[in-house]
T-cell receptor
Framework: GAVVSQHPSWVICKSGTSVKIECRSL??????MFWYRQFPKQSLMLMAT?????????EQGVEKDKFLINHASLTLSTLTVTSAHPEDSSFYIC????????????FGPGTRLTVT | AQRVTQPEKLLSVFKGAPVELKCNYS??????LFWYVQYSRQRLQLLLR??SRESIKGFTADLNKGETSFHLKKPFAQEEDSAMYYC??????????FGKGTKLTVNP
């Protein structure tokens, strides 16, 4: 149980276009989802915390107009990278926390974004 | 500010040898500390957390508030322990702050 999926696993887009990444909790309901970014050989950096039905809370330095997060249901959160640039190329990972009272975060496999 | 430091990027040991992955943290309150593991081509998964005080796959970690450390230890390393290990801290909120990770290689 407690499986989180991400789609796509890998995406290449052209500079200036937008790309959407989905994060789904497959077998549990997630009131809270987290979006992380990981640069090569670096740690995971939290970008934003997403609560179902409300606006996401962004970390300092993360542009909310560039990284649009929507958490419309208890099993789906999306991250849209708008007007992507090569410096947005990175590994994006989501995690989800269930509604059972446990605070454990379950991580998705990540999405590799390459902006050309 | 919350900060997690893992001083070793790479750690290599032989099978059967003891292994210790170091983690130091900075936080003014009472933190929760975690160790996450990422095996090759797999997702990040929780290995253990200090409040559970349990041993998982032979690994243990003790929170030392005096030294602000949460080192991960295993007395006899196995080849299947080779992975990336991340120490993480949770302070007053639900956010996790991760260290940069240590890549452990257990040689046969």
């Amino acid at each position: 149980g407690a499986v989180v999926s991400q789609h796509p696993s890998w995406v290449i887009c052209k500079s200036g276009t937008s790309v959407k990444i989905e994060c789904r909790s497959l077998d549990f309901q997630a009131t809270t989802m987290f979006w992380y970014r990981q640069f090569p050989k670096q740690s995971l950096m939290l970008m934003a915390t997403s609560n179902e039905g409300s606006k996401a809370t962004y970390e300092q330095g993360v542009e909310k107009d560039k990284f649009l997060i929507n958490h419309a249901s208890l099993t789906l959160s999306t991250l849209t990278v708008t007007s992507a640039h090569p410096e947005d190329s990175s590994f994006y990972i989501c995690s989800a926390r269930g509604t059972s009272g446990s605070d454990e975060q379950y991580f998705g496999p990540g999405t590799r974004l390459t902006v050309t | 500010a919350q900060r997690v430091t893992q001083p070793e990027k790479l750690l290599s040991v032989f099978k059967g040898a003891p292994v210790e992955l170091k983690c130091n943290y900075s936080y003014s309150g009472s933190p929760e500390l975690f160790w996450y593991v990422q095996y090759s081509r797999q997702r990040l998964q929780l290995l253990l957390r200090h409040i559970s005080r349990e041993s998982i796959k032979g690994f243990t970690a003790d929170l030392n508030k005096g030294e602000t450390s949460f080192h991960l230890k295993k007395p006899f390393a196995q080849e299947e322990d080779s992975a990336m290990y991340y120490c993480a801290l949770k302070g007053g909120s639900e956010k996790l702050v991760f260290g940069k990770g240590t890549k452990l290689t257990v040689n046969p």
